[in-house]
């Protein structure tokens, strides 16, 4: 997909709530939730190059907010 920085941003933008409530959601507290989802964002921002297809990109990003949010529950 690529793109540029202010794309990401806006689109994030876009997203934030979404990200999250599901953050918050898994995590079960919105301090928890909020750092979930800030780590997700920075995962994010790296990977969005190897995403094939502006369609999938919210079941990725989903994807992603669970992987951060289970990696954190683990640790």
Known sequence: ???SESAF?????????DLLY???????NRHD???AA???VLVMREAIR?????????VW???IVYGV????KRK
């Open 50 to 58: 190897k995403l094939r297809s502006a369609e999938a990109f919210s």
């Open 38 to 40: 800030q780590e997700a």
């Open 69 to 72: 949010c289970t990696d954190m």
């Open 33 to 35: 939730g909020e750092d």
């Open 9 to 17: 941003l806006k689109l994030m933008k876009m997203k934030e709530k």
């Open 1 to 3: 997909m690529g793109g």
């Open 61 to 63: 990003m989903y994807r």
């Open 22 to 28: 599901l953050a918050m959601k898994i995590m079960k």
